[in-house]
């Protein structure tokens, strides 16, 4: 199974800042990684697919870059509304399809 | 626009079976469009695909695929007379213990992988 390391665990940013977040692989996933948003009680939220392809109705400020085993999420210029934990997920191998342990985003 | 719920039991005792259901409207599980997934994940922790199954027709029985981890105890089908799909998780132990979501594959009749519509759901407990 493909295993799946985000970083870092937590990160705290300033309202308008830029948040990176990192995921990698521990074999090559191609473009097939999907990222997911959660917040408290709710199910996650598709936010990016192929590696880079925003998800229907997602803002532009969310990006996502990457290939093989190494992936980033970006969020641009941070809003109150975007702490979260955010997930990656690989779907490259047939199954099982594996997610990362999630980073959550704090705002300062 | 598609929505799932999920329905079950929330308390569940050890070695016995966890029974879910997942309601599905704005969409037919039967017209073969889409696979369907269950998804878990423990409290305060990642997540965890269980399996999906694909259903075409009154009459194909459908096809499945289960997490290896979990394969000797799950089992999955669909009513499709209710659109609804089920899964069942047998000797459930503590561990067990996770908030079960279903969800829709992202491919209309192609397995992507990723998920773009999730129900709610339902917190599972095993306990005594």
């Known amino acids: 199974e493909v295993v799946m390391t985000q970083s870092p665990a937590t990160l705290s940013v300033s309202p308008g800042e830029r948040a990176t977040l990192s995921c990698r692989a521990s074999?090559?996933?191609?473009?097939?990684l999907a990222w997911y948003q959660q917040k408290p009680g709710q199910a996650p939220r598709l936010l990016i697919y192929?590696?880079?392809t925003r998800a229907t109705g997602i803002p532009a400020r969310f990006s996502g870059s990457g290939s093989g085993a190494e992936f980033t999420l970006t969020v641009s210029s941070l809003q109150s509304e975007d702490s979260a934990v955010y997930y990656c997920?690989?779907?490259?191998?047939?199954?099982?399809?594996?997610f990362g342990q999630g980073t959550k985003v704090e705002i300062k | 626009q598609v929505q799932l719920q999920e329905s079950g039991p929330g308390l569940v005792k050890p070695s016995q079976t966890l029974s879910l259901t997942c309601t599905v409207s704005?969409?037919?599980?039967?017209?073969?469009?889409?696979?369907w997934s269950w998804i878990r994940q423990h409290p305060g922790k990642g997540l965890e695909w269980i399996g999906y199954?694909?259903?075409?027709?009154?009459?194909?029985?459908?096809?499945?695929d289960y997490n290896p981890s979990l394969k000797s105890r799950v089992t999955m089908s669909v009513d499709t007379s209710k659109n609804q799909f089920s899964l069942q998780l047998t000797s459930v132990s503590a561990a067990d213990t996770a908030i079960y979501y279903c969800?829709?594959?992202?491919?209309?009749?192609?397995?992507?992988?990723?998920?773009?519509?999730w129900g709610q759901g339902t917190l599972v407990t095993v306990s005594s």
């Open positions: 969800a829709r594959d992202a491919g209309y009749r192609l397995l992507y992988g990723y998920f773009q519509h």
């Open positions: 704005g969409d037919s599980i039967s017209s073969g469009g889409y696979y």
């Open positions: 199954i694909y259903h075409r027709g009154s009459t194909y029985s459908g096809s499945t």
């Open positions: 074999q090559s996933v191609g473009s097939n």
């Open positions: 192929g590696a880079s």
């Open positions: 997920q690989q779907y490259n191998t047939w199954t099982p399809w594996t």
